[in-house]
């Protein structure tokens, strides 16, 4: 779903940025936010909701789902909910655009209900894998549908779920939420162990919404029959939209950089452990939150980086922050080994060929590897980049900017509104000279 006209930046060389910025919120939480709010009983009022293309696309299908859901502001939303059996079949397929969190997130609320749906999006989301969500809910007794693995999905109403015990493959939140979704319709008690810790919104939105969920260790499991009673949700600023200035500010920010009111959810922050790895200086300042999501005003200074081996156990906690990390390590001394990171290959585009490519083209050495890449840190010159669509890839070349010796120029930028609308604006408050042109 692009929302935004522009196809192109430019991105002119610059050394220095700095000041306090405060991103648009959190996507994942958004996400989270309007659907439990949407099978919950009473109204749900969320504030700080990010209006991006994403967003907007899960918010569309929950109206077409039969669920209220009205917008006083901007970045406020009250969401009428339709409880647990409340919601019903929308005439036409499910539009989830650019989603994969929107499409994978209501496999699980959808496949329990007594009605069928279809679930589609963009040519990206069309080519992204379905089966690691579609396998288990079957072994919960749903009947679903996918197009060799991909969409579009067809969930077939219906059919009665039952919990199941279930390790996952791969380190995946979108998958262990949306077996808790489906679990949350289904008899007896659903577990899911995650192989590595993963982003946790969903347990602990549920909690906010008075459902009952039990973590030990690697585990979680819920009781399946459970209702949602209604709450305020304030989503923070997401850490993942941080990420491109938190690096900037370690890149060039002599005088220190701050984004303000930013959700640290410990397993989002792996960014900060890789950064201080490779000799950041960053300070977290925390404060009072608001609800389940911790919340800090972060500061980074300028410093000499350098490369680092980061642990692959960090990696699941900063998957969509590595595009970025990669920016960083092209800037530090020597090299930087990043494994482990082959989910990076089917996200909205395949990141690691992308960034590798793209790292080729402004001057940077680096070797892919089947599981990640290893980068040789050293000078920038301006380029050409392609993003393949990707607003990560967008974004994370913005900020390779302040190290280039000349222009780069980033093509098909239009999904960076997919998870941050007003990035070039944003952008320049810190001082990048991000120029924008619109489709020819
Ligand atoms: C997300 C989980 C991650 C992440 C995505 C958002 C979520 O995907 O990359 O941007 O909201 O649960 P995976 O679960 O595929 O790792």
């Known amino acids: 779903m692009n929302v935004e006209a522009t196809q192109r930046y430019r991105v002119a060389p610059v050394q220095r940025v700095g000041g306090a910025v405060i991103v648009p919120g959190d996507k994942s939480i958004s996400h989270r936010a309007l659907m439990l709010g949407g099978i ?62 929107a499409m994978r997130l209501s496999m699980g609320l959808l496949c329990g209900q007594k009605f069928s749906s279809t679930l589609i999006g963009d040519a990206s989301l069309m080519k992204r894998p379905m089966e690691r969500v579609a396998k288990p809910l079957r072994l919960m007794g749903a009947q679903i549908d996918t197009r060799e693995g991909r969409p579009p999905v067809v969930l077939h109403g219906g059919t009665n779920l039952r919990g199941i015990d279930y390790l996952l493959p791969m380190a995946s939140a979108q998958v262990k939420s949306a077996i808790l979704l489906a679990g949350l319709q289904a008899s007896g008690i659903t577990r899911v162990t995650e192989p590595a810790p993963t982003r946790d919104h969903t347990e602990r939105m549920l909690e906010r919404f008075g459902v009952g969920v ?129 989910e990076l290959r089917v996200k909205e585009s395949d990141r690691l060929a992308a960034m590798a490519a793209g790292l080729a083209a402004v001057g ?51 999904n960076v509104a997919t998870s941050f609308p007003g990035f070039p604006a944003a952008a320049r408050a810190i001082g990048l000279l991000v120029q924008e042109s619109p489709p020819p």
């Open 40 to 101: 919950a009983e009473g109204q749900t009022r969320v504030s700080g909701f990010l209006q991006s293309g994403d967003c907007l696309a899960t918010m569309a299908a929950l109206r077409a789902l039969g669920v209220r859901i009205t917008q006083p502001g901007g970045h406020e939303v009250i969401v009428t909910g339709a409880g647990s059996a409340g919601l019903s079949a929308s005439l036409a397929p499910l539009d989830m655009g650019n989603a994969g969190t």
């Open 214 to 342: 039990e973590r030990q260790g690697a585990t979680v499991s819920l009781v399946g029959g459970q209702k949602l009673r209604a709450t305020d949700i304030r989503v923070p600023g997401d850490f993942s939209s941080a990420a491109f200035f938190i690096v900037a500010g370690c890149l060039a920010a002599p005088d220190g950089l701050t984004v303000r009111g930013v959700g640290v959810n410990p397993t989002r922050t792996g960014l900060l452990d890789m950064l201080r790895l490779m000799g950041a200086r960053i300070t977290v300042t925390p404060l009072a939150d608001a609800g389940p999501e911790p919340l800090a005003d972060i500061t980074v200074h300028q410093s000499v980086l350098h490369g680092a081996v980061i642990p692959p156990e960090l990696v699941p906690l900063a998957i969509d922050e590595l595009p970025v990390l990669f920016i960083a390590a092209a800037c530090a001394r020597d090299e930087t080994l990043v494994t482990g990171a082959e």
């Open 364 to 414: 940077v050495q680096c070797e892919l590897l089947p599981d990640g890449i290893r980068i040789q840190g050293g000078a920038l010159r301006g380029g050409r980049i392609d993003s393949h669509g990707d607003h990560r890839i967008a974004m994370a070349f913005a900020v390779a900017s302040v190290r280039a010796d000349s222009p780069i120029e980033i093509d098909d930028v239009a």
